[in-house]
């Protein structure tokens, strides 16, 4: 099978599941009608004024009718607006997405370079030093850290961090030097935290690092990329243990191979044949596990926004859970799952690509 | 030899299955880490069934202490290992971090247990119908266990607790829609081999039933991938839960005895700065219970695996 005929019958089959999905959040953004009409809180007076709204968002019609309509704005953009409560209600749905979703983006690839960086090294010594010391710490480490809740690991690094950022008392909720909850929303200087100083400067991408570079400010990167790295490995280390696992089966699969032991005996280097040989080969099939693991990265984004008040999706969809702002939250819900899709996709198209035994199947 | 003929069919079957359990169990001790990983998750089962029997009090509430020696402890956390009476010291709210600890072992526990085991329960049926029937209806049950993998973990949780209301079964009910596509898969896989086997084709040319063959042949012989799946999958459930009410959305208020439910009265109280820099132990006690019970499920899990893998065992 070639390539792109591989590509489209994958995306074909995607359609059930984006069908599927947005079935579940049509069914949970509907089983409340009360909830879906928060927005207009406050404005609904009379039982007249409620029908005539019911009437206006198509709410009164039968339940496939509303699907039906629920698609059509879907796709067309129109998914309502931010309700009052939040930071500032009355923003289209969609702006706010905007700005929420490459903090998000951001978070989860430093993360995932983060998890590949630690990963596939320590897997691939945990194969080579197997069943000897390094195997068993990595291995123990691997598995300790999987076994942490995010949010706790999260609050950890914010109690090692806390000496070190010196805040000025009249900044602090409750004075005496003592940090209050937002002690990452403010930078080392005393300032809030770069996604608020932007100082009358506009946002080109949203990406911290990629706008920091964009106007050339060196220090403000660096302060950046301080802030991104402690979440980043948070979420990184929460979810690492199963690159480790899986590369270290993979790498031990292969070192037993035929090859393996042709390249030992015409004299190839050691170093040589890990690296080169089994390393290269076993990479290949860890790629399917990253599309595994995304979903439980996402996760850890929810919490770990949370936790480092870092302004993306995952602390969007805690505000509005929070708020009971019912669109927001499917908002988040959906796009979360389209992002796991894709990436489930991504990562199929290209493990075909480093093995095309995969499409024949 | 002569075990294999004396009895009745049943209990030579039981016998049977009694010695590779205790062969299996015999292959587990000898991997150090498992044992550890088993002995301390029995203690904590035991910890959960009588710890709050001996506390006394409500077993699902922590008790709210206000004066402690005359001082109001409500917003002065007591530090842990110097007064009698709070091993581990106290939290914001004035609630004793070890009555939670022992009492949270039970609840989480118990709500844990309910969705790893309705989750797998649902998963070896639909899995099952999906791997011996296939057809239509198990491609289409297949399909509907692709859209929920595809959702994500807490997100969905969130946005079924935020329209169905803040209540201890939709909590429960949300975790469930989460968990049970991994044992659908599991199970199917599973099924998918072993209906090949020999000794299934013989019991179907005997004239055994669908049912029968998938209840006496097929479910026995593809369960133990299973239960180790629920034993990796338990602690993920115990940090999911934990996570969610240290997120505050949960049934109950502050009092209640869940380990995540304790770091949230640390961590979202009006003095959260102070508990991360003065109050540590109001964070990280309840923190090391999670960890510690997690890392012994995982590393259960883990050796379970190796030993019910028998290519791993050699």
Redesign the interface.
């Known amino acids: 099978m070639k390539l792109y005929i591989y590509i489209i019958r994958r995306l074909l089959l995607l359609i059930p599941v984006i069908i599927g999905v947005t079935l579940i959040t049509f069914y949970l953004s509907h089983i409340n009608i009360n909830l879906l009409i928060t927005e207009y809180e406050g404005k609904i007076h009379t039982y007249a004024q409620y029908l005539k709204i019911r009437k206006e968002l198509h709410l009164d019609g039968p339940i496939y009718v509303q699907y039906f309509y629920y698609l059509g704005a879907l796709f067309t953009g129109n998914w309502g607006f931010v309700s009052p409560g939040d930071i500032d209600p009355g923003t289209p749905v969609v702006v706010e997405f905007m700005k929420r979703f490459p903090p998000t983006a951001e978070l989860a690839l430093i993360a995932t370079l983060i998890i590949l960086a630690l990963g596939i090294p320590l897997g691939v010594l945990s194969a080579v030093r197997k069943d000897r010391i390094p195997d068993h710490l990595t291995r123990l480490g691997a598995m300790a850290a999987v076994s942490m809740p995010t949010f706790w690991l999260g609050l950890l690094v914010l109690i090692m961090l806390a000496p070190t950022s010196p805040i000025p008392h009249w900044l602090t909720l409750y004075g005496n030097g003592q940090l209050n909850w937002s002690v990452y929303g403010l930078t080392s200087a005393g300032t809030p935290a770069p996604f608020y100083v932007t100082g009358g400067l506009s946002r080109p991408t949203g990406f911290l690092l990629i706008d920091t570079l964009y106007y050339g400010d060196i220090a403000a990167f660096l302060n950046a990329l301080w802030y991104v790295f402690w979440p980043a490995l948070v979420v990184a280390l929460t979810t690492f243990g199963v690159i480790i696992r899986f590369m270290r089966s993979s790498m031990l699969e292969n070192l037993g191979q035929d090859y393996i032991r042709t390249a030992r005996s015409k004299g190839v280097p050691e170093q040589f044949v890990i690296k080169k040989h089994a390393r290269r080969n076993a990479l290949g099939s860890t790629t399917t596990v990253l599309g595994l693991i995304f979903a439980s990265l996402l996760a850890g984004v929810v919490v770990t926004e949370t936790v480092f008040n870092w302004p993306g999706m995952g602390r969007w969809l805690y505000e509005a859970a929070y708020n009971n702002d019912m669109v927001s939250v499917m908002a988040t819900t959906f796009v979360f799952t389209l992002i796991i899709v894709a990436a489930n996709l991504i990562v199929d198209v290209m493990y075909s690509y480093l093995d095309p035994r995969v499409r024949l199947e | 030899m002569t075990t294999q003929t004396v009895g009745t069919p049943l209990s030579r079957a039981l016998k049977k299955r009694l010695e590779s359990t205790k062969r299996s169990f015999y292959f587990l001790t000898r991997s150090p ?1 498992a044992t550890i990983g088993l002995a301390v998750v029995i203690a904590y089962v035991l910890i959960a069934i009588v710890g709050p029997e001996i506390i006394g009090g409500n077993p699902l509430m922590m008790k709210q202490y206000y004066l402690f020696q005359g001082h109001s402890i409500v917003f002065n956390p007591l530090p842990p290992f110097k007064y009698s009476q709070f091993p581990l010291g106290t939290t914001f709210g004035g609630y004793s971090i070890y009555e939670g600890i022992v009492k949270g072992a039970r609840n989480d526990l118990i709500l844990a247990s309910a969705v790893v085991i309705s989750g797998a329960l649902i998963g070896v049926v639909l899995g099952s119908i999906a791997g011996y029937k296939g057809g239509v209806l198990g491609e289409a049950i297949m ?2 266990t ?2 929920f ?8 949780a ?7 209301g803040r209540y201890e079964n939709v909590m429960i009910g949300a975790l469930i829609i989460i968990w049970w596509p991994t044992y659908t898969r599991v199970v199917r896989g599973q099924v998918l081999t072993v209906r090949e086997q020999k000794y299934v084709e013989a019991s179907v040319a005997a004239g055994s039933s669908s049912l029968r063959t998938v209840i006496k042949h097929i479910i026995p012989n593809s369960i133990y991938p299973i239960f180790v799946q629920m034993s990796l999958d338990y ?1 993920n459930v115990i ?2 839960l ?2 969610l009410f ?4 949960t049934f109950a208020g502050p009092g209640f005895a869940e380990w ?1 439910n304790i ?1 949230s009265a640390a ?1 979202n109280s ?5 508990a ?3 109050y ?1 132990w109001t ?2 006690i309840p ?1 090391l219970v ?2 510690l019970f ?2 012994s ?3 259960f899990g ?1 050796g379970l695996r190796d030993v019910l893998d028998p290519r791993m065992r050699r």
């Open positions: 880490l399909r509907v692709d859209i993998l595809s959702l994500p973990t807490i997100v969905i969130l946005a079924f607790l935020t329209v169905l602690g940090l999911t934990a996570a240290f997120l505050g959305f995540g770091i961590s009006a003095y959260a700065g102070a991360l820099y003065n540590p964070i990280t923190g999670i960890l997690v890392l499920l995982n590393l883990d």
